[in-house]
């Protein structure tokens, strides 16, 4: 078992910045791409950034493109996601899983999960 934990959400103005931070722990490796994922109220969860194990590639939804950076610590099994510019329709939770195929782009088989954390952004 992987276990993801989430944190650094919390309520922001727009145009303000948050820094998103998921540990991961337990049977984890550092050839796991991770991605983030949000999913706000009444919607589909939605990809947002991902990236591959060694943290050299990076993939981005177009909603955050040039805003978000994702960045990983393979020395602490951590991955970031800094989030600039926010705006209101950043307003989710969002969520860390693991790619076991190293990848961390889209379209890849995501499978453990964190529990999430708020982002709030107000306008």
């Known amino acids: 078992q992987v276990q993801l934990v989430e944190s650094g959400g919390g309520l922001v103005q727009a145009g303000g910045s948050l820094r998103l931070s998921c540990a991961a722990s337990?049977?984890?490796?550092?050839?796991?791409?991770m991605g983030w994922f949000r999913q706000a109220p009444g919607k589909e969860r939605e990809f947002v950034a991902g990236?591959?194990?060694?943290?050299?590639?990076?993939y981005y939804a177009d909603s955050v493109k040039g805003r978000f950076t994702i960045s990983r610590d393979n020395a602490k099994i951590t991955v970031y996601l800094l989030m600039n510019s926010l705006k209101p329709e950043d307003t989710a939770v969002y969520y860390c899983?693991?790619?076991?195929?190293?990848?961390?782009?889209?379209?890849?088989?995501?499978?453990?999960w964190g529990q999430g954390t708020q982002v709030t952004v107000s306008s």
């Open positions: 337990g049977r984890t490796r550092a050839s796991y791409g």
């Open positions: 899983a693991v790619d076991p195929t190293g990848w961390g782009s889209e379209a890849r088989p995501y499978d453990y």
């Open positions: 990236i591959n194990w060694s943290g050299r590639s990076t």
